[in-house]
């Protein structure tokens, strides 16, 4: 009887988060997959019997949508201008700071981390305040160095630099700490070897550290990357989607498509589109990892 | 010999001379970088900077269009706003309700750490393997099966269908696994020889021994219950279940113009979490070296 109950332990120890994970995260990629064959809507809820399969209508159907295809332009827009601008402050600030003695420096871990904890309902409604045309402390700064006003939100280009400059602001943090914690593995005595032979700082960081900080640069950017492509939030409560879906995301098309037009099925499309999307540039980019670290 | 002597002196002299010039240049790059790193930290303060002196500003003053830095008519009418006009006082609740679960389901994440670090059990690398694998499964691809999903169950628009969702997560099982790894086999052996039960083992035993990475998580645990945002939006339509992220939200559209007082709103949201955050932040920065983020 004993060995029974061990025997069943683990099994009781894991089923709660066993079960959940199985019905909010498993389950859904294969209702997920099912929907985008059909064309469930608000009816289709309320009686299954009128739901119909249609195919590969939905898939077809979205990617000749105009709006699918600005939201997938304004994804790579984020991707490209995004994860690199996080890449460099990250690790520019981690670098600093772990070059810094003095005991302020730990101040500043602090100080750079705090946007990437606060609710980004609160930052955006801050920010939209920010970048506000004519109460705003952004345009309001500009006057006093005679610079022109900006218009932060309204034009389609700025607009999506704007929702960048944000998400930037709140991404720095959680990656300068990743950048941190492989600064401090990296072992003092090659830096010591290095100075010996008389290389200057810039040597040591460009001979050293940035080669042995290859990996959680590697992991940065797949997280970023990843992030970016479902980058959401921010135009979602900033602008929702304006000026003329010029900052709408492709994460942002299908939350719209789902929730505020119903298109069940539609949307489920969208979403597969997404996840194959971000399957396959996170393979190309372990492809490329492994190249770089042949020569 | 004098020859020698000479030179090693000048050789001393020389030495000296460019371990000062280098000591100098050293200091001097510290000051730079010190310099650097305050100005890109007020750059980064002053979204906060600004929503707090805004939030004590009366609604006219706001309104200027030449702003002073500090409030010039101290009040603290918008936070009472947010208490009489608005409903904050209930979204607060909702929130905290959300965040006494979202620590039920930190307990769920460390008991699956716990069966998946210290139990031999058919099919355990399998079930950890799909754990994982749940990671990777971007939030858009399955919004819409789990409100469909939580729709069929009947718990749209309940407590339960905002909490439910969220509850486990792969990160936090990994976390607890990797870190309960470490604990020795014999202290849990000689616990269940005494004649403990399991339950017990795990509570008086595991848990305590498993605080460091408890209090990354249960810091974390409570930052993304307070801040969540879109189950809540998505599953409450009634505005007594609306937390405070959807009641912000909601100001946003109602009070528009009103900045005074959706600062003092934001303020009320963000300020608490700093607080927590400072008061804390040794744990949450150092556990992701303990959790071997390297």
């Given at each position: 009887?004993?060995?029974?109950?061990?025997?069943?332990?683990?099994?009781?120890?894991?089923?709660?988060?066993?079960?959940?994970?199985?019905?909010?995260?498993?389950?859904?990629?294969?209702?997920?997959?099912?929907?985008?064959?059909?064309?469930?809507?608000?009816?289709?809820?309320?009686?299954w019997s009128s739901i119909s399969f249609v195919g590969f209508e939905n898939y077809k159907e979205v990617v000749s949508d105009p709006i699918f295809l600005k939201s997938i332009f304004n994804t790579l827009f984020y991707v490209v201008i995004?994860?690199?601008?996080?890449?460099?402050?990250?690790?520019?600030?981690?670098?600093?700071?772990?070059f810094g003695k003095a005991r302020i420096f730990k101040a500043f871990r602090v100080v750079f981390y705090m946007p990437s904890i606060t609710n980004v309902v609160a930052v955006a409604v801050v920010w939209s305040y920010l970048y506000n045309p004519q109460l705003g402390l952004f345009n309001h700064l500009l006057?006093?160095?005679?610079?022109?006003?900006?218009?932060?939100?309204?034009?389609?280009?700025?607009?999506?630099?704007?929702?960048?400059?944000?998400?930037?602001?709140?991404?720095?943090?959680?990656?300068?700490?990743?950048?941190?914690?492989?600064?401090?593995?990296?072992?003092?005595?090659?830096?010591?070897?290095?100075?010996?032979?008389?290389?200057?700082?810039?040597q040591q960081m460009f001979k050293i550290t940035i080669p042995l900080l290859r990996y959680a640069i590697f992991f940065v950017s797949i997280t970023t990357m990843i992030g970016w492509l479902q980058f959401f939030e921010e135009p979602f409560v900033m602008t929702n989607g304006g000026p003329l879906d010029s900052t709408t995301s492709v994460a942002l098309f299908i939350y719209r498509n789902g929730f505020q037009f119903s298109n069940f099925g539609y949307a489920a499309a969208g979403s597969f589109i997404l996840f194959i999307a971000i399957i396959i540039i996170t393979m190309i980019q372990f492809k490329l990892q492994k190249k770089g670290q042949d020569y | 010999?004098?020859?020698?002597?000479?030179?090693?002196?000048?050789?001393?002299?020389?030495?000296?001379?460019?371990?000062?010039?280098?000591?100098?240049?050293?200091?001097?790059?510290?000051?730079?970088?010190?310099?650097?790193?305050?100005?890109?930290?007020?750059?980064?303060?002053?979204?906060f900077i600004w929503m707090i002196l805004s939030a004590f500003k009366p609604e006219s003053e706001v309104m200027q269009l030449t702003p002073t830095l500090l409030p010039q008519d101290f009040t603290l009418e918008n936070f009472q706003n947010l208490f009489v006009n608005m409903n904050f006082a209930l979204y607060l609740k909702n929130t905290l309700i959300i965040v006494l679960w979202s620590f039920v389901g930190l307990f769920l994440n460390a008991m699956a750490g716990y069966a998946f670090a210290k139990f031999e059990f058919k099919g355990r690398n399998k079930l950890?393997?799909?754990?994982?694998?749940?990671?990777?499964?971007?939030?858009?691809?399955?919004?819409?099966?789990?409100?469909?999903?939580?729709?069929?169950?009947?718990?749209?628009?309940?407590?339960?269908?905002?909490?439910?969702?969220?509850?486990?997560?792969?990160?936090?099982?990994?976390?607890?696994?990797?870190?309960?790894?470490?604990?020795?086999?014999?202290?849990?052996?000689?616990?269940?020889?005494?004649?403990?039960?399991?339950?017990?083992?795990?509570?008086?035993?595991?848990?305590?021994?498993?605080?460091?990475?408890?209090?990354?998580q249960g810091i974390l645990t409570f930052i993304a219950g307070w801040n969540s945002f879109l189950w809540?939006?998505?599953?409450?339509?009634?505005?007594?279940?609306?937390?405070?992220?959807?009641?912000?939200?909601?100001?946003?559209?109602?009070?528009?113009?009103?900045?005074?007082?959706?600062?003092?709103?934001?303020?009320?949201?963000?300020?608490?979490?700093?607080i927590i955050f400072i008061l804390f932040q040794r744990y949450i920065i150092d556990g992701y070296t303990i959790s071997g983020m390297k």
């Open positions: 009887m004993k060995s029974f109950m061990a025997n069943k332990t683990p099994y009781f120890f894991i089923a709660p988060a066993l079960i959940l994970l199985t019905v909010f995260s498993i389950l859904p990629i294969f209702v997920a997959l099912i929907i985008s064959f059909t064309d469930l809507d608000l009816v289709g809820i309320a009686d995004g994860v690199p601008l996080v890449i460099v402050c990250s690790l520019g600030i981690a670098l600093l700071i772990n006057e006093l160095l005679n610079l022109p006003s900006v218009p932060w939100l309204q034009d389609p280009t700025m607009a999506k630099i704007s929702l960048i400059a944000l998400a930037l602001w709140r991404a720095i943090g959680l990656n300068m700490i990743i950048f941190l914690a492989a600064l401090q593995g990296i072992p003092k005595t090659y830096y010591e070897a290095a100075q010996l032979d008389g290389a200057n700082n810039w | 010999m004098k020859v020698e002597v000479e030179n090693k002196m000048k050789f001393n002299a020389v030495q000296k001379q460019s371990l000062s010039s280098s000591v100098k240049q050293e200091r001097a790059q510290q000051w730079v970088a010190g310099i650097i790193l305050t100005i890109g930290g007020l750059l980064v303060s002053i979204p950890f393997f799909l754990v994982l694998a749940t990671m990777m499964i971007p939030g858009q691809v399955t919004m819409i099966p789990v409100y469909l999903i939580l729709n069929q169950m009947q718990l749209t628009n309940t407590m339960a269908g905002i909490v439910l969702p969220g509850l486990v997560g792969a990160f936090g099982i990994f976390l607890f696994r990797q870190f309960m790894t470490t604990i020795p086999d014999e202290l849990l052996e000689a616990a269940r020889l005494d004649g403990a039960s399991e339950l017990r083992v795990f509570w008086q035993i595991v848990l305590p021994m498993a605080k460091p990475v408890m209090a990354v809540p939006l998505i599953i409450a339509n009634d505005e007594s279940l609306y937390t405070l992220s959807v009641g912000l939200q909601l100001l946003k559209g109602q009070y528009g113009g009103n900045f005074a007082l959706q600062m003092a709103g934001s303020t009320f949201m963000v300020v608490p979490i700093i």
